[in-house]
């Protein structure tokens, strides 16, 4: 019988005789008593239906507060031990050897050239005599992995071996910036991978010829990478997931080899020349030598031929102290004009393009800038006159970009268009720079002019 029916039955019912009246308040309260009464019950009755609920495990953990000193102490001491358990798993240089040798005398001939293969049955006896540490490289899924076109169903003793030092360079690197996770929630911080980069330093060779005095501008040029690329939001933390998955790591890791060429130090921005160069470039650049760029300073960077209007979304975006530019900010401009290919590149200069802060850009913002800077290729467009070419209009140009980008919205650039069209480069070249505006609207003219140079230095 439902509840509500049982409470009016019983209230129009009197419990003292037909002839005695309760008074309101008696029959208020009794109705207020059975009530709750009923209402407990059959809320009682739901909840037996419930009880599963109890059953969910736990999954959230508070993280000690500031002021809790001795849980904070214990979850890095839980740390440590879980890290370095961790790290006791791992393959090391006498189990790697020994694992190499077993491969080898498994091998399944014949060989491909100089290459050793071995197949699935060898495979597996490896397997077993190889030890604990390794049952996990040892499965059909790794064996299919790496299996391609060998008519005898074999796989590269060499790939597979690559495979596993892969595999514990992987794990040891996680290991060791997991160490620098103060937090322990999976990131690093820009004090964290400072941390990490300035003790690495003693352990590349190519780094030996750095004065101690620059490590603190070094660890900033190097640092400054990881975030611009990887924490394109700017929350000032990165994942360490993010970090092994990209190629910064391997790069800074190169500076092991102490035969390294100069051409790979010079492409490799964490390499001492690279790092010196861009600090070089700074301090030539701050004529005043405050430590700091003006706009007019920043000006002359490169050829000097960057427009104004550029200049002042520079500093109207960036962070800047009192009107001026530090080095970190610097290292962000730099980064994003030797990347122009990049998506994290593309995103800084949109933004600084996008004047009307809309998220994409149109007729309006093409015409701003194009209309600002007019008057500096003045003297550009006398010499296309001189050498019979059209004058440049702004029509021409605002069509050249919409048809390179190809965007969704005939009448609006958004970023991912931009990085869609992988036309980006250029087109903020000719938005942003005289000099690549020049270069690409007389882009015929000087394939031309090489193509005789080539044709008189064949006749020579």
């Given at each position: 019988m439902d509840w509500k029916e049982v409470l009016r039955r019983r209230l129009a019912t009197p419990s003292n005789g037909p002839n005695k009246k309760k008074s309101e308040q008696e029959l208020k309260d009794e109705e207020m008593d059975l009530f709750t009464k009923y209402y407990s019950k059959w809320k009682g009755g739901r909840k037996n239906t419930n009880e599963f609920y109890k059953t969910i495990p736990r999954f959230y953990y508070r993280l000690?507060?500031?002021?809790?000193?001795?849980?904070?102490?214990?979850?890095?001491?839980?740390?440590a031990v879980f890290l370095q358990r961790k790290s006791r798993e791992l393959l090391d240089n006498e189990e790697l050897q020994n694992l190499w040798f077993l491969l080898d005398?498994?091998?399944?001939?014949?060989?491909?050239?100089?290459?050793?293969?071995?197949?699935?049955?060898?495979?597996?006896?490896?397997?077993?005599?190889?030890?604990?540490?390794?049952?996990?490289?040892?499965?059909?899924?790794?064996?299919?992995?790496?299996?391609?076109?060998?008519?005898?169903?074999?796989?590269?003793i060499m790939q597979f071996f690559n495979y596993v030092m892969r595999k514990v360079w992987l794990h040891q690197t996680r290991i060791g910036l997991s160490l620098y996770d103060v937090a322990g929630q999976g990131y690093l911080r820009e004090s964290d991978l400072e941390n990490y980069i300035l003790e690495l330093i003693p352990t590349l060779p190519q780094l030996d010829g750095l004065e101690k005095s620059f490590y603190s501008f070094y660890v900033c040029t190097a640092v400054r990478k990881f975030f611009f690329f990887l924490d394109p939001l700017r929350t000032g933390k990165i994942k360490?997931?993010?970090?092994?998955?990209?190629?910064?790591?391997?790069?800074?890791?190169?500076?092991?080899?102490?035969?390294?060429?100069?051409?790979?130090?010079?492409?490799?921005?964490?390499s001492a020349p690279s790092a010196l160069r861009v600090y070089g470039q700074y301090l030539n650049l701050d004529k005043d030598h405050n430590g700091m760029l003006s706009k007019e300073e920043l000006s002359r960077y490169g050829t000097a031929t960057m427009t104004n209007v550029f200049l002042d979304r520079v500093f109207q975006e960036c962070l800047t102290y009192d009107g001026e530019m530090d080095y970190k900010t610097y290292l962000d401009f730099v980064l994003a004009l030797e990347?122009?290919?990049?998506?994290?590149?593309?995103?800084?200069?949109?933004k600084l393009l996008d004047i009307e802060n809309k998220g994409y850009l149109n007729v309006f913002s093409l015409?701003?800038?194009?209309?600002?800077?007019?008057?500096?290729?003045?003297?550009?467009?006398?010499?296309?006159?001189?050498?019979?070419?059209?004058?440049?209009?702004?029509?021409d140009v605002k069509d050249e970009i919409f048809d390179m980008v190809k965007p969704k919205d005939p009448l609006k650039i958004s970023l991912q268009d931009l990085?869609?069209?992988?036309?980006?480069?250029?087109?903020?070249?000719?938005?942003?720079?005289?000099?690549?505006?020049?270069?690409?609207?007389?882009?015929?003219?000087l394939v031309a002019n090489d193509n005789e140079n080539s044709a008189d230095l064949d006749d020579t």
């Amino acid at each position: 019988m439902d509840w509500k029916e049982v409470l009016r039955r019983r209230l129009a019912t009197p419990s003292n005789g037909p002839n005695k009246k309760k008074s309101e308040q008696e029959l208020k309260d009794e109705e207020m008593d059975l009530f709750t009464k009923y209402y407990s019950k059959w809320k009682g009755g739901r909840k037996n239906t419930n009880e599963f609920y109890k059953t969910i495990p736990r999954f959230y953990y508070r993280l000690p507060a500031e002021d809790e000193v001795l849980l904070q102490k214990l979850r890095e001491e839980s740390r440590a031990v879980f890290l370095q358990r961790k790290s006791r798993e791992l393959l090391d240089n006498e189990e790697l050897q020994n694992l190499w040798f077993l491969l080898d005398k498994h091998q399944t001939p014949p060989m491909i050239g100089e290459e050793a293969m071995i197949n699935y049955e060898n495979f597996l006896k490896v397997g077993e005599k190889a030890g604990p540490k390794c049952k996990q490289f040892f499965t059909a899924k790794v064996f299919a992995k790496l299996l391609h076109t060998d008519s005898y169903g074999r796989i590269s003793i060499m790939q597979f071996f690559n495979y596993v030092m892969r595999k514990v360079w992987l794990h040891q690197t996680r290991i060791g910036l997991s160490l620098y996770d103060v937090a322990g929630q999976g990131y690093l911080r820009e004090s964290d991978l400072e941390n990490y980069i300035l003790e690495l330093i003693p352990t590349l060779p190519q780094l030996d010829g750095l004065e101690k005095s620059f490590y603190s501008f070094y660890v900033c040029t190097a640092v400054r990478k990881f975030f611009f690329f990887l924490d394109p939001l700017r929350t000032g933390k990165i994942k360490i997931q993010d970090i092994l998955a990209c190629s910064f790591l391997d790069d800074l890791l190169e500076l092991r080899d102490e035969e390294l060429s100069k051409e790979s130090q010079e492409t490799n921005w964490f390499s001492a020349p690279s790092a010196l160069r861009v600090y070089g470039q700074y301090l030539n650049l701050d004529k005043d030598h405050n430590g700091m760029l003006s706009k007019e300073e920043l000006s002359r960077y490169g050829t000097a031929t960057m427009t104004n209007v550029f200049l002042d979304r520079v500093f109207q975006e960036c962070l800047t102290y009192d009107g001026e530019m530090d080095y970190k900010t610097y290292l962000d401009f730099v980064l994003a004009l030797e990347n122009r290919k990049e998506p994290a590149a593309l995103q800084y200069i949109f933004k600084l393009l996008d004047i009307e802060n809309k998220g994409y850009l149109n007729v309006f913002s093409l015409n701003y800038f194009f209309r600002i800077y007019f008057c500096s290729i003045q003297a550009i467009q006398e010499l296309m006159k001189i050498h019979g070419q059209d004058p440049v209009s702004f029509q021409d140009v605002k069509d050249e970009i919409f048809d390179m980008v190809k965007p969704k919205d005939p009448l609006k650039i958004s970023l991912q268009d931009l990085i869609n069209s992988n036309q980006g480069d250029t087109v903020t070249t000719i938005l942003i720079d005289l000099n690549g505006f020049w270069t690409y609207e007389n882009r015929e003219a000087l394939v031309a002019n090489d193509n005789e140079n080539s044709a008189d230095l064949d006749d020579t």
